[in-house]
């Protein structure tokens, strides 16, 4: 049971009928996982630990540095050559004290992020690499836990949930197979990256967790893309491929 602050801190939420004391309650009793604390990984951890989540496990190996802070909003100047998921999680704990943080400062592959994805509620892809992302995917599939994926580079952002619980759901691999996909695809350090795009598509990632861990609402379909330079969204629907190498074994 929330105590009084509690139920002052999510009150604006707990108005919502689409949450009200029951979905606030999955919340707090909900545990995310965020796979890097990047650009989209920052505002979508800060976001989820104010709504009230009560667990979230941050992964990432890296430390910051100065060219982060254009856009990675959980660090800060003190924070340059600190691990970022060590960082991220003193400002996720400034922000709402009552959220458990938990952090992995290693590269999450193999043995270790099967665990990890088998342990949560939720899964966000927050990292900018297709070999991370063909990992993750494949471990969420595995584990039957839903995926929430974004992307942002240059002017250009993207969104998708991978509900494996779901008939004839898709996974990351019918949308993008892995044949001829490059790791450098999506590198910031190499293409750049517009500093509040990261925002937008971290905090559409953390309205997809919210809705799937509270219960409110229904969650993303398909495919929806961002282009930041003319302000239009664009929706497209992502069958399952019958023949995907990740998820059409399983089914």
Same mark, same amino acid.
């Given at each position: 049971?929330?105590?009084?602050?509690?139920?002052?801190?999510?009150?604006?939420?707990? +108005?919502?009928?689409?949450?009200?004391?029951?979905?606030?309650?999955?919340?707090?009793?909900?545990?995310?996982?965020?796979?890097?604390?990047?650009?989209?990984?920052?505002?979508?951890?800060?976001? %989820?630990?104010?709504?009230?989540?009560? !667990? *979230?496990?941050?992964?990432?190996?890296?430390?910051?540095?100065?060219?982060?802070?254009?856009?990675?909003?959980?660090?800060?100047?003190?924070? *340059?050559?600190?691990?970022?998921?060590?960082?991220?999680?003193?400002? +996720?704990?400034?922000?709402?004290?009552?959220?458990?943080?938990?952090?992995?400062?290693? !590269?999450?592959?193999?043995?270790?992020?099967?665990?990890?994805?088998?342990?949560?509620?939720?899964?966000?892809?927050?990292?900018?690499?297709?070999?991370?992302?063909?990992? *993750?995917?494949?471990?969420?599939?595995?584990?039957?836990?839903? %995926?929430?994926?974004?992307?942002?580079?240059?002017?250009?952002?993207?969104?998708?949930?991978?509900?494996?619980?779901?008939?004839?759901?898709?996974?990351?691999?019918? %949308?993008?197979?892995?044949?001829?996909?490059?790791?450098?695809?999506?590198?910031?350090?190499?293409?750049?990256?517009?500093?509040?795009?990261?925002?937008?598509?971290?905090?559409?990632?953390?309205?997809?967790?919210?809705?799937?861990?509270?219960?409110?609402?229904?969650? !993303?379909?398909?495919?929806?893309?961002?282009?930041?330079?003319?302000? !239009?969204?664009?929706?497209?629907?992502?069958?399952?491929?019958?023949?995907?190498?990740?998820?059409?074994?399983?089914?």
């Amino acid at each position: 049971m929330m105590d009084d602050p509690a139920l002052l801190r999510y009150s604006r939420q707990i +108005m919502l009928p689409e949450v009200d004391i029951d979905g606030q309650e999955r919340l707090i009793g909900s545990h995310a996982l965020i796979i890097g604390a990047g650009g989209l990984g920052s505002p979508a951890a800060l976001y %989820l630990a104010a709504a009230g989540v009560g !667990h *979230i496990t941050l992964v990432d190996a890296d430390s910051v540095e100065l060219s982060n802070l254009q856009r990675q909003i959980a660090h800060q100047q003190a924070s *340059i050559g600190h691990n970022k998921a060590d960082s991220a999680k003193a400002s +996720m704990q400034a922000l709402n004290p009552e959220c458990r943080v938990s952090t992995v400062v290693e !590269h999450a592959q193999g043995e270790l992020l099967e665990r990890l994805v088998a342990t949560a509620d939720v899964v966000l892809d927050c990292t900018d690499r297709f070999s991370s992302r063909y990992a *993750i995917n494949a471990a969420s599939q595995k584990a039957r836990v839903p %995926l929430v994926s974004g992307a942002a580079i240059r002017f250009s952002g993207q969104l998708a949930v991978f509900d494996p619980r779901q008939p004839d759901a898709p996974c990351y691999a019918c %949308l993008y197979p892995p044949d001829g996909q490059g790791d450098d695809a999506l590198s910031c350090a190499e293409s750049g990256v517009m500093a509040p795009l990261v925002g937008v598509i971290g905090c559409f990632q953390a309205v997809e967790a919210f809705k799937l861990l509270s219960g409110a609402g229904k969650a !993303h379909q398909g495919l929806s893309l961002f282009e930041a330079l003319s302000g !239009h969204w664009r929706h497209f629907n992502v069958p399952r491929d019958p023949a995907c190498p990740v998820c059409a074994p399983a089914r």
